[in-house]
């Protein structure tokens, strides 16, 4: 009998206004696989990422992680994926590390938190209040995430926002460690990623959809 994919989209559709924001959406996600949600501005893409983290709940269609519904493991999912918006999220009163402790997991230590700051570029920033910082950098605090997570699924929405080139390249790599060790990306963004295995999936409301190779 063979293995259920990680995770499996089936159908999925939304409504907003008696009207779907996007066709309904099929394909599924390996360990292994990085999968990137394309499409132009208003296609739903960031909708059917927030549906895949069951932020939102579908009208239609269903979620399944290992073959199961979400509704049947919903806490065993939630604790195997890590969601990171196109907005930062940082608390701009608290430190770059103060930042970084609470959207970690309590069994992060001292230690391995400094260690993320630094992959991240934010060696000699990590007790500067975010408000001091740039908009860059609080995206590489939000960033940091990928260093003290355990979830086995990244979301990323438009994670290279306002980063530079190196922590561009940076992140490129932090993907592929990622998913060469058995996790799974699936993640928007506007650049072209040489990332190998890169799978593309076509949010469109007009035309039909698909994974592309």
Known sequence: MSTPPLITVE??????????VFKPASFNVEAGDIVQLE??????????????TSALQPTSGALLYKGRPINDCRYEYLDSILYIGHQSGVKMTLSAEENLRWMSPASVSSAEITQALDAVGLRGFA???????????????ALARLHTSKAAVWYLDEPFTSIDKQGALALQQQLEIHVQQGGAVVLTTHQNLPLDGLRKY????HTDLGVQP
């Open 11 to 20: 159908q999925l559709a939304f409504e907003r206004d008696d009207c779907n």
């Open 202 to 205: 076509i949010v469109e409301s």
């Open 39 to 52: 499409g132009a501005n208003g296609a739903g893409k960031t909708t059917l990422m927030r549906l895949m």
């Open 127 to 141: 007790d500067m209040p975010c408000y001091s910082l740039s908009a860059g950098q609080h995206r590489r605090v």
